[in-house]
């Protein structure tokens, strides 16, 4: 009796374990790739988009993504398109009971050695992720968007979920033409929401990784639902030979000048002769 009853509350339990487990998918592509609508999740999961409505208003009714109207160039016909990111609350629900224990340590820390400490700490650990990285990042070669597939790799590997999409027109001088390194969700940023210092070091990592000066533009810590980082690509050509146009342009202003030149030195020369005429006349 007590093993048939067990076996039909096992039963009975698979399906709920298989729907959590699909919710937390869910979840979790909603923090790599947000803002997302149900179309595209239903896509890159392999679920009916259905299916993928369910779990999202189940998410929503939890408090843990909130859904917005998505732009209006994006809108098909139907049911209006709605694209969601993860909630202040999604985001703790991903982060470990250990970030509140930690925060508590570095206050701690603060107190006893000063905000210096904080920072050197910071410093430190980022620098260990960076030395890791900077072996990967040098097997990608000097080429900037390669180097930055490779941190996008490596910082997903490591739970921050990130991303990586162009922005502006590649080979224009535009001066918001790069790479938009975004990440989902950040393994620290409850920590980072009262020190800083681990963002401002994670930035001047990144920085150094890809051998340019990087921006941070959101944060996470700051209430943005992604932290994102642009990485400014070359828009200058290499140099070389100038172009024929530019060379024949340079031609004829050359030649130009040679001829007033000769021009003036003729003039002078025709005046200081009849000058001298003039002389022997009188």
Known sequence: MFIAGDERQDAAAQPQA???RTRDRVLQAISERGPITAGVLAD???LTTAAVRRHLDNLVELGLITGREAAAGHRGRG???RSYVVSDAGHQALESDYDHLATEALRFLADAAGEEAVTRFAQ???GELEERYAAELAEAGPDREARTAA???ALTRDGFAASARPVGAPGTAGPLTGIQLCQGHCPVQHVAREFPQFCDAETDAFSRLLGVHVQRLATLAHGDHVCTTFVPTPTVRAEGPAPATTR??????????TTMARSTRTTRTTTHTAETTKGSTR
Do not use: F
Not at 248 to 257: D, E, K, V
């Open 248 to 257: 024949t342009a340079t031609t004829r202003t050359a030649t130009t000048r």
């Open 151 to 153: 941190l996008v790799q």
């Open 79 to 81: 049911r209006p398109a």
């Open 18 to 20: 298989l729907e959590s």
């Open 124 to 126: 430190q650990r980022v």
């Open 44 to 46: 890159q999961l392999g």
